[in-house]
């Protein structure tokens, strides 16, 4: 062995059984993590970074201000701090919760679909849902979330969707006509 391999750090004589051992243990953090935010995640699909996601009735009825059943009349697209984003004319049918009034009309903001993964796919003029409100501090109106601040109003029935389980309470059902 020379004097410069006898000097040497062992990470300088061996670059490459670092280089494993480093690939290993990022490895390991990475499924760690992995594995972890399952564990630790909900049993319904996955929240986004900046949307919660509602697992009992009781949380996604009590994180709205208005839970009303209406049609929506007509959509706008615009933008709003730079993100594309829908402003939906709404006719009330039936109110269940909140300041809105039968017969009324009402507009609310959603992330324009296709705009990002935090957008709703299911919402279009002339269709009826049961919407679920929140109110912001300048009176405007937009969904609880984007997956489960809608359901559309099928046969009478409100009806939950692919990435929302989350049934309507009995009382918001009869309140709206859609038992």
């Known amino acids: ?15 490459v059984g670092v280089l494993a051992v480093i690939a290993a243990v990022a490895l390991i953090g990475v499924v760690g993590a992995v594995v972890g935010v399952r564990t630790l995640g909900s049993s319904g699909p ?9 697992e009992s ?3 996604l009825e009590g994180k709205a201000d208005v839970i009303v059943r209406a049609s929506i009349v007509s959509t706008l697209e615009r933008t ?6 829908t402003v939906a004319t709404i006719s009330i049918t039936k109110v269940a919760k909140g300041d809105a009034a039968a017969g009324g009309r009402m507009t609310f903001s959603y992330p324009t679909p296709g705009s990002g993964p935090e957008s709703p ?16 501090d ?18 009478g029935r409100a009806v939950t969707g692919t990435e929302n389980s989350v049934e309507l309470s009995p009382d918001v059902k009869t309140a709206l006509g859609t038992n």
Do not use: C, H
Not at 1 to 14: D, N, V
Not at 80 to 85: I, K, L, R, V
């Open 121 to 136: 796919t299911g919402l279009s003029a002339g269709k009826e849902y049961v919407l679920l409100l929140v109110r912001f």
């Open 80 to 85: 709003s701090n730079g993100f594309p984003e």
């Open 46 to 54: 996955p929240s986004s970074a900046d949307q919660p996601y509602y």
């Open 1 to 15: 062995m020379s004097t410069l391999e006898k000097t040497a750090k062992p990470w300088i004589r061996r670059p």
């Open 138 to 155: 300048d009176g405007a109106a937009g969904l609880v979330n984007t997956t489960q601040g809608y359901y559309p109003v099928l046969n």
């Open 57 to 59: 009735t009781e949380a």
